[in-house]
């Protein structure tokens, strides 16, 4: 039994579009994790965000760095 909240639609045709390899569901949104170029990364999911009008944005902090990461978050 699976008690998994189901993820927005406009947070779910991200992912299938960004294809994000290692990512952490959070309440709001996702954390994807990994990436080797952030600032590529970033703007590429700016894109797609902005290509596909999805009610989502980008958050990003210095300590994400450490780790290649950066946030994908449903708009409030």
């Known amino acids: 039994m699976s008690t998994q909240k ?5 947070l ?5 579009r960004y294809e994000p390899t290692k990512f952490k569901v ?3 949104g996702i954390e994807i994790r990994g990436v080797s170029n952030i600032h590529q990364a970033i703007q590429t999911a700016k894109d797609i ?3 596909l009008k999805l009610n989502l944005n980008i ?3 210095a300590d ?3 780790y290649g990461g950066f946030e994908v978050n449903l708009r409030s």
């Open 6 to 10: 189901p993820i927005a639609k406009d």
């Open 12 to 16: 779910q045709k991200f992912i299938d």
């Open 26 to 28: 959070m309440r709001s």
């Open 49 to 51: 965000i902005e290509k």
């Open 59 to 61: 958050a990003h902090s």
């Open 64 to 66: 994400m760095v450490s």
